[in-house]
């Protein structure tokens, strides 16, 4: 995965068409659970009738493994055939500092902030999916799983597809605008619901920039870990003080707008200082 970072897996530019190809080998890779399904089947019934078993965790257990592997292979087998067979000449590395980190932290913060105290008000209203509620529900009986799930294998695994393959791809044919709608249009459409699509897609566009403007997908990584994770705990709780105050629309309408300016303040922090990438080696810019 670092090497995503300084271009030396060079991928290949891709058109629209191949970006929503890509979207649909990723949608269509859970057939490949089939075979998980029946190893679990055939194990359950042996061992059903010869041990006292909690079949339900011992079933959990096969069918998240089994999940691990296939994306570990998909992401594998995606990058092979979307890196180019050309020679990457050796540029000078960048290591990212700290900075783009804490200021990472700082934007998704906000963005949650924002996010739940205008448009995700509406939002809420949006009936989800029962089977997808009933999912999640069931995933978070294991908090252990569900954490590294959630907050770790979803982060790396959906990085490296919408933003290291497919918005990198896209920003070889396309300018950087175009391949951060795309790739992020296509990350909404795989949550497979309108609740979680609307997040996702805005969510999609500010990984999208973080990443175009560091050139790092463990900076994208990261901010979908914080996104999944930390982010929505902490906005949570404050959305839901700021409702249960006496003039929760006043409030909700300051610190909306508080988070908008803060936002734009990170945003110009981040056009100063992105990671240029040039034909000789890799630069921070540090526009005055």
Same mark, same amino acid.
């Given at each position: 995965m670092g090497k995503l970072d300084i271009d030396k897996i060079k991928i290949r530019e891709i058109g629209i068409l191949g970006a929503i190809w890509i979207f649909i080998l990723?949608?269509?890779?859970?057939?490949l659970m089939i075979p998980v399904y029946i190893v679990e089947k055939i194990f359950l019934y042996i061992t059903k009738s010869m041990f006292a078993l909690d079949t339900a965790s011992i079933s959990f257990f096969i069918e998240s493994t089994g999940s691990l592997i296939i994306k570990f292979i998909m992401v594998k087998?995606?990058?092979k055939m979307y890196s180019t067979k050309e020679e990457v000449e050796e540029r000078k590395n960048i290591n990212i500092s700290k900075s783009y980190y804490g200021y990472t932290i700082i934007i998704i913060l906000l963005f949650r902030i924002i996010f739940d105290n205008s448009l995700g008000?509406?939002?809420?209203?949006i009936p989800i999916n029962e089977g997808i509620e009933e999912a999640f529900n069931e995933l978070f009986k294991y908090p252990i799983i569900a954490i590294i799930s959630v907050c770790?294998?979803?982060?790396?695994?959906?990085?490296? &597809?919408?933003?290291?393959? /497919?918005?990198?791809?896209?920003? =070889?044919?396309?300018?950087?605008?175009?391949?951060i709608i795309v790739s992020a249009l296509l990350f909404a459409?795989?949550?497979?619901?309108?609740?979680?699509?609307?997040n996702a897609f805005l969510l999609g566009i500010v990984m999208g920039y973080l990443y175009t403007k560091t050139k790092s997908l463990y900076v994208s990584i990261f901010a979908h870990f914080i996104n999944n994770g930390i982010g929505i705990i902490v906005s949570s709780i404050l959305t839901e003080s700021?409702?249960?105050?006496?003039?929760?629309?006043?409030?909700?309408?300051?610190?909306t707008v508080a988070g908008? &300016?803060?936002?734009?303040? /990170?945003?110009?922090?981040?056009? =100063?200082?992105?990671?240029?990438?040039?034909?000789e080696y890799l630069f921070e810019s540090s526009k005055s």
């Open positions: 990723h949608i269509f890779s859970d057939f087998w995606l990058l008000f509406f939002v809420d209203q770790i294998v979803a982060p790396i695994y959906e990085e490296i &597809i919408y933003r290291g393959i /497919i918005l990198k791809g896209l920003s =070889k044919k396309y300018n950087d605008k175009v391949a459409i795989m949550h497979m619901n309108l609740q979680q699509g609307i700021i409702k249960l105050s006496h003039n929760a629309v006043l409030v909700q309408s300051i610190v908008v &300016i803060l936002m734009y303040k /990170i945003i110009m922090w981040f056009r =100063k200082n992105e990671i240029i990438l040039d034909e």
